[in-house]
Structure formats: structure tokens, C-alpha cells
């Protein structure tokens, strides 16, 4: 049973880019949550998707945005891109309760 | 909103020592869970905790919850321990995890 995936494992990005990151989640969870880890901090709530609708928000700007696709599939964009988005960014899914966290996509922008 | 620190900030260790991780929250939660986040960056649960005492081989943990604090026991330590422990909390009326700030633990052998 594959947990969950995230990709790409890293990526570079130029200030002012683009950037969207790939969650599949556990299979059987439908419950998708991203998270922002800047180096030597812990995890910062990003948002949550279920049923294709955010269903909570942390708080980030609206340069970041997602997306759940049917098949609980989980896309995270962040446009604009700042050197302060540079950091670990992971995807948690959870059915009911239970979190099971990827291993994260590196950011870095340049 | 809810802070949870967590102490030590880091730790080192000989191989087959013993040692006690602390989180402290701030607020009422509806659970704690405890984290081993690996050097390749992934977060492996550890335990769900809201209150009481639960054992996994050699890891233990503990949460008062009246007093809003959690510990975390190792004994016996390895160099597979070593990386970062996080305590993270679930506030009421929500479902997303507040992190603590992390302990940083190095086994050497």
C-alpha cells in the first residue's frame, strides 16, 4: 500500500515564477492538507482540501492556492514566488483521523 | 492561537542513553501526536496521545492534558534515532496540526 506521494522531490525556481506541486494521497484517505517547513522551524499550516473545496486556510497569502482533483489528488500553486518561499513543502492526508505525511517537495528560489 | 514549545532544543547523545523530550501547549487540545521527521525530510508518527501513557518498544510517551504538557521517552537510543522530534496539537474546532518547535537529537555511537 504506497503512502503518500509528492512531486517533484526538488525544484529551483527563479524569483517571481510559478511553481505547482503534486500530492496523491494514502489510498482510502480523502482528506488532503499542505504544509510549509522553513529550514529550522517546524511545519506551518498551509491549507486543507476535501470534496475538491478548501475546506481551511492558514495564514498565507493568496499567492498560494490548491486544488483537490475526484480522485482526492492534490495540487499546491504558489505564484509570484519570493526567496522566503524557499523551504520543505508537505502533503499530509487523513481519513477521519490519522495523518500520513510525504516526504516533501524542496523548494528553492533563487 | 495555541503555542507549543518544546525543549530541549537539541540533544546529543551516546549510543544506549536514555532521554526525555518535553512539549508544552498553550490551550485546551483535541489530541497531540508525536513525530520523528527523518534527514530525508519525511515526518513518521510516533504516537496519538491526548492524554495518558503509551509504549512502543523502547519509545514512551505521556500527556497531561490538565496540565498541557507531553513527554517523550527513549531509552536505550541508537543512531536510527537521531533526527528531529516534533509534538504537534490539534485545537478544538479545527483539523490541522500546530507544530511545536522541534528537538534536535544526535546519537553517536
Known amino acids: 500500500d504506497a503512502g503518500v506521494t509528492q512531486s517533484p522531490t526538488h525544484l529551483i525556481k527563479t524569483r517571481g515564477q510559478q511553481v505547482t506541486l503534486r500530492c496523491s494521497p494514502k489510498s482510502g484517505h480523502d482528506t488532503v492538507s499542505w504544509y510549509q517547513q522553513a529550514l529550522g522551524q517546524g511545519p506551518q499550516f498551509i491549507f486543507q482540501?476535501?470534496?475538491?473545496?478548501?475546506?481551511q486556510r492558514g495564514n498565507f497569502p493568496d499567492r498560494f492556492s490548491g486544488h483537490q482533483f475526484p480522485n482526492y489528488s492534490s495540487e499546491l500553486n504558489v505564484n509570484a514566488l519570493l526567496l522566503g518561499d524557499s523551504a520543505l513543502y508537505l502533503c499530509?492526508?487523513?481519513?477521519?483521523?490519522?495523518?500520513?505525511f510525504g516526504s516533501g517537495t524542496r523548494l528553492t528560489v533563487v | 492561537g495555541i503555542q507549543v514549545e518544546q525543549s530541549p532544543p537539541d540533544l546529543i547523545l551516546q549510543e544506549g542513553a536514555n532521554s526525555t523530550l518535553r512539549c508544552n501547549f498553550s490551550d485546551s487540545v483535541n489530541n497531540l501526536q508525536w513525530f520523528h521527521q527523518n534527514p530525508w525530510g519525511q515526518l513518521i508518527n510516533l504516537f496519538y496521545?491526548?492524554?495518558g501513557t503509551k509504549q512502543n518498544g523502547r519509545l514512551s510517551a505521556t500527556t497531561v492534558a490538565t496540565e498541557r504538557y507531553s513527554l517523550l521517552y527513549i531509552s536505550s537510543s541508537q543512531t536510527t534515532d537521531s533526527g528531529v522530534y516534533f509534538c504537534?496539537?490539534?485545537?478544538?474546532?479545527?483539523?490541522?496540526?500546530?507544530f511545536g518547535t522541534g528537538t534536535r537529537l544526535q546519537v553517536f555511537p
Open positions: 482540501y476535501y470534496e475538491e473545496e478548501e475546506r
Open positions: 499530509a492526508s487523513s481519513y477521519n483521523y490519522g495523518y500520513t
Open positions: 496521545i491526548p492524554s
Open positions: 504537534a496539537v490539534d485545537p478544538p474546532y479545527t483539523d490541522k496540526l500546530i
